[in-house]
């Protein structure tokens, strides 16, 4: 469903990525694990259109996207939650909830039935609606961007170190919160990154492993790259 193939990224001249190439399927739970500095960042940044390819192509759902602009990606149905959250602190929770969909202009029945399935899935972001962004703890704003991502991500999710920086308690609600993703959400395939493999080996079906920007080993094929 998502594709990159062979893909090469350079930034400020420097080679980051070199030939990577992963898939993920229809569904799936992928995790992508690496080093900090290995092109776990960068390689997702490359899937939503934010830095421009060296060489290689980003397929989404068999079709060739290597060229759609970023700003259209999410029109594709894929939600990015970066690492940072990137909220909006004077917007509500609700506000940011709802800004990526009503910049896509989705009718307000759609609009309204996929925040229900949010709230109904992250029921503490129902909770926190009308709480400013600003107001969040640290794990209350990953939770807002997880579900922010799922307002736009019907085909998939892609979560860049949701774990960095939460507190234990907060990290095992934000772990139970993925186990149940494909229960809640079947067709969102997930990718995920993540430093410490430990923390995701129960959440995922497949890991592929990046060091120096190649994929060096993928458990979905079972052999080194």
Same mark, same amino acid.
């Given at each position: 469903?998502?594709?990159?193939?062979? =893909?090469? =990224?350079?930034?400020?001249?420097?080679?980051?990525?070199?030939?990577?190439?992963?898939?993920?399927?229809?569904?799936?739970?992928?995790?992508?694990?690496?080093?900090?500095?290995?092109?776990?960042?960068?390689?997702?940044?490359?899937?939503?259109?934010?830095?421009?390819?060296?060489?290689?192509?980003?397929?989404?759902?068999?079709?060739?996207?290597?060229?759609?602009?970023?700003?259209?990606?999410?029109?594709?149905?894929?939600?990015?939650?970066?690492?940072?959250?990137?909220?909006?602190?004077?917007?509500?929770?609700?506000?940011?909830?709802?800004?990526?969909?009503?910049?896509?202009?989705?009718?307000?029945?759609?609009?309204?039935?996929?925040?229900? +399935?949010?709230?109904?899935?992250?029921?503490?972001?129902?909770?926190?609606?009308?709480?400013? +962004?600003?107001?969040?703890?640290?794990?209350?704003?990953?939770?807002?961007?997880?579900?922010?991502?799922?307002?736009?991500?019907?085909?998939?999710?892609?979560?860049?170190?949701?774990?960095?920086?939460?507190?234990? +308690?907060?990290?095992?609600?934000?772990?139970?919160?993925?186990?149940?993703?494909?229960?809640?959400?079947?067709?969102?395939?997930?990718?995920? @990154?993540?430093?410490?493999?430990?923390?995701?080996?129960?959440? =995922?079906?497949? @890991?592929?492993?990046?060091?120096?920007?190649?994929?060096?080993?993928?458990?979905?094929?079972?052999?080194?790259?």
């Amino acid at each position: 469903m998502l594709e990159l193939r062979s =893909v090469m =990224v350079d930034i400020a001249g420097a080679p980051v990525l070199r030939g990577v190439s992963m898939t993920l399927p229809p569904g799936g739970r992928v995790a992508l694990i690496g080093r900090n500095g290995a092109g776990k960042t960068t390689t997702l940044r490359a899937l939503m259109g934010l830095l421009a390819l060296r060489g290689g192509r980003v397929l989404i759902g068999g079709e060739d996207a290597t060229s759609v602009p970023a700003h259209h990606r999410p029109r594709l149905g894929i939600g990015y939650a970066p690492e940072e959250r990137r909220l909006f602190g004077q917007f509500s929770v609700r506000q940011n909830l709802l800004l990526p969909v009503e910049v896509l202009g989705l009718p307000r029945t759609e609009i309204a039935r996929r925040l229900e +399935a949010v709230f109904t899935f992250l029921p503490e972001l129902a909770t926190l609606a009308d709480r400013r +962004a600003a107001g969040l703890s640290g794990g209350q704003g990953k939770m807002v961007a997880l579900g922010r991502a799922l307002m736009v991500g019907t085909r998939a999710v892609l979560l860049d170190e949701p774990f960095q920086g939460l507190a234990p +308690a907060l990290a095992l609600r934000y772990a139970e919160a993925l186990r149940g993703l494909h229960a809640s959400f079947p067709d969102v395939a997930l990718l995920v @990154t993540e430093s410490n493999p430990q923390l995701l080996t129960p959440l =995922v079906d497949s @890991t592929y492993v990046i060091e120096r920007g190649e994929i060096a080993h993928d458990t979905a094929l079972g052999a080194p790259a």
